[in-house]
């Protein structure tokens, strides 16, 4: 028989890679372009509200994980502080909305690492390879993890380093400038280049909220830190620790890629590329760089898809485990102490997602899940006793404010979709428990 715990093998620096890498291939490499395309230079508007909302969900899910280090993040937060019913919403929220994150980071890989027409093929084939990679167990995960970020983070710095010298992040005031004097809305002034105008008709408030909602989704991977709580030593210190580093050097990441590549390429452009960072470092005149960045956009949504496939599959399992999935995920490999059979069906699903979605949609749907994932995280937190608060109420209380507007700002098909799957999942779970009460009478 095989067991239904999972073993405490990571140390802080392997929780902390994790995080980053979570959240640096779908942040960096996705999530820009649409952002510009809907609110131009008011992306970076975006961008802070986004960290600040982010921050907030952060400080909930860490203080949260201290006390439950247990797999499943909030999944298990919801059931314990306010209900098996919301912990079933933040499980199947994370489940739909990180699947779908992982089949957009499977499409960002191939579309930097081969041409259009080997697009899908060549994304299915690394879902595969990241699966199995994930069956060998949680330190194989980390250390790949591990080699993976560091060179990306190096290549990262060499984007920057572009902007600062060839001085186009001077322009930046200009664009921010022009945007603010025309109230939100993409109206210039004669002194800002015409590349500063932005790809959309919205303006104003809603489009800077809308951005906020999309660029949330490149924040989000601090919470695979904590669905991976019953594999991290030192629980207690060590989570709250590791989702503070992994936070703060991604935002750092973030500000600084978002403000060289609006004033490398200027609003429409960076609406306009498939391959911003790549189109930045050409612009900027360091076109040596440009096959480096391809290859740093794909080694990083590698590592986003293999942290990824390793916080949905324990989700799944801890939700199995509880009875809220069907109890068969629950199984633990008798040698490599990996959720198997939860991770298997994983990556079945990501490979139909990558053969029938496109990217945009992917991010918007995947904003919608997590969003409400967090949004049950903040009510717990607000839940815990004094002697487990780690943080202000305050936070959770503008952490939940702050999921809740940016749900609503995110574009309508993301929105309807994921109300839909949302339901559609309370279903199932009302028709599963319905049969085993009759099974039981």
């Known amino acids: 028989m095989t067991s239904s715990r999972l073993e405490r093998r990571l140390s802080l620096g392997d929780a902390v890679f994790i995080g ?18 809907i609110a ?5 508007v975006g961008l802070v509200v986004a960290a600040i909302v982010a921050f ?14 247990s797999a499943g993040g909030t999944y298990v937060y919801g059931r314990e502080k306010l209900g098996p019913r919301w912990g079933f919403a933040a499980g199947w929220s994370f489940l739909i909305g990180k699947t779908a994150s992982s089949a957009a980071m499977a499409m960002v890989f191939a579309a930097y690492a081969v041409p259009s027409q080997w697009a899908r093929p060549v994304a299915i084939a690394v879902v595969v390879v990241l699966v199995t990679v994930n069956l ?5 995960t980390a250390l790949l ?3 993976i970020v560091i060179p990306v983070l190096a290549l990262l710095v060499v984007v920057v380093a572009s902007g600062l010298l060839n001085g186009s992040w001077a322009v930046v005031p200009e664009y921010l400038r022009s945007w603010f004097s025309g109230g939100g809305e993409w109206r210039l002034s004669g002194t800002v280049p015409a590349q500063a105008e932005a ?8 489009a800077v909220l809308q951005s906020a909602g999309l660029l949330f989704f490149a924040f989000a991977g601090y919470a695979r830190i904590a669905t991976l709580g019953e594999e991290v030593r030192d629980p207690a210190k060590n989570i709250p620790r590791a989702i503070g580093i992994a936070f703060a050097v991604v935002v750092v990441i973030y500000a600084a890629i978002g ?9 429409s452009g960076l609406a306009a590329t498939d391959n911003p960072l790549v189109d930045v470092v050409t612009t900027n005149g360091w076109a040596w ?3 480096l960045v391809r290859i740093g956009a794909a080694l990083a949504s590698l590592g986003a898809m293999l942290a990824l496939i390793a916080g949905i599959g324990r989700t799944a399992f801890a939700m199995a485990r509880e009875g809220d999935l069907p109890r068969w995920f629950s199984a633990v490999h008798p040698r490599y102490n990996t959720p198997y059979r939860a991770e298997l069906v994983v990556g079945a699903v990501v490979v139909v997602l990558v053969l029938v979605a496109d990217l945009r949609g992917v991010i918007g749907f995947s904003s919608f899940g997590v969003l409400l994932y967090y949004f049950v995280a903040n009510l717990a937190a607000l839940r815990q006793a004094r002697a487990y608060r780690r943080y202000p109420r305050a936070v959770s209380v503008l952490g939940a404010l702050g999921c809740a507007v940016l749900v609503v700002t995110l574009p309508l098909p993301a929105v309807v979709t994921g109300v839909l799957v949302v339901v559609a999942g309370f279903v199932l779970r009302e028709v599963r428990s319905r049969g085993a009460r009759l099974g039981a009478e």
């Open 259 to 267: 403000v060289t590549a609006l004033g490398a390429l200027g609003a």
């Open 40 to 44: 131009g230079a008011g992306l970076l």
């Open 56 to 69: 907030c969900n952060a400080s909930s899910s860490a203080q949260l994980a201290a006390q439950y280090p």
């Open 136 to 140: 060998f167990g949680i330190t194989r």
């Open 199 to 206: 790809g959309s008709g919205l303006g104003g408030p809603l």
């Open 289 to 291: 760089a440009a096959p």
């Open 20 to 37: 980053l890498g979570s959240m640096i291939g779908a942040g960096v490499f996705a999530a820009f372009q649409p952002a510009a395309h």
């Open 145 to 147: 993890t591990k080699v």
